[in-house]
């Protein structure tokens, strides 16, 4: 060991093992259809070649996690709310396919605040809602519509490996929990519930599986984030009235 790195990853795999224990255990009450679609661990070498496509550090506990769990498959009931988490071969392919080019004035944090003051944006938590998916890794779909993404570098407040919940059609960007250890306790959490009392359980589940809309924000309309709440509001250049 060096530096305490070994110790670290060693707490890690621990800790996501224990959260994917606990969500394994809640699925095999209220979907015990599903577990079968949970793929089988990554190669050390698969992980290592996502940080050397992407040029990004994962956080230790998603390591861990593809360590166990190499993504989901496609099938119903899916074990997720999303049509199946990626394999480490996928999230390069989809992480770089969706890092497209930046527009320097949508992504400006004015005209960020003009547009979630009119709801034609919703952020619920600290992250920013940029046009690339830079620093940014795409780690499951519902139809391409809907994504999940690891936020490596996120503004004022966020955490670095946040797990946040992306709705294109939406324009909708929610912060889902701090890290994928914090993601799967909570989905653990909301299945134990939906076991134990299905009539007051907030998690939908039908035949194909829990809903996507699981941790959303249900306010219509959020107030801006925190670390945009001082910044001047102003329409992008390109818009003409």
Known sequence: MIGGV???????????????????AALRRVLPDSLPLLAGPAAASEIDAIEAALEVVLPPDF??????????NFGGPAPVPLDHLFSAGEIVAMTQAWDSE?????????????????????????????????????????????NWFIDLDPPEGGTPGQVVRLDIECSQWDVLAPSWTALLVRYAEDLERSADDPER???????????????????????RPAWLRDVQARPPRTWTW
């Not at 070994?6 to 224990?21: L, P």
């Not at 005209?111 to 952020?123: C, E, F, K, S, T």
């Open 102 to 146: 930046e527009d320097s004035d949508l992504d400006s944090p004015p005209v960020m605040a003009y547009l979630i003051d009119r709801g034609m944006l919703h952020v619920s938590g600290p992250v920013r809602p940029t046009s690339s998916l830079r620093n940014r890794v795409v780690v499951g779909t519902m139809n391409g519509d809907v």
């Open 6 to 24: 070994a110790e670290t990853d060693d707490r890690s795999f621990e800790g996501i093992e224990s959260a994917w224990a606990r969500v394994e």
């Open 63 to 72: 390591r861990a996690s593809l360590g166990i769990h190499n993504g989901s």
């Open 201 to 223: 359980s907030t998690l939908v589940i039908d035949e194909l599986g829990p809903a996507c809309e699981w941790g959303i924000d249900p306010v219509d309309k959020p107030p």
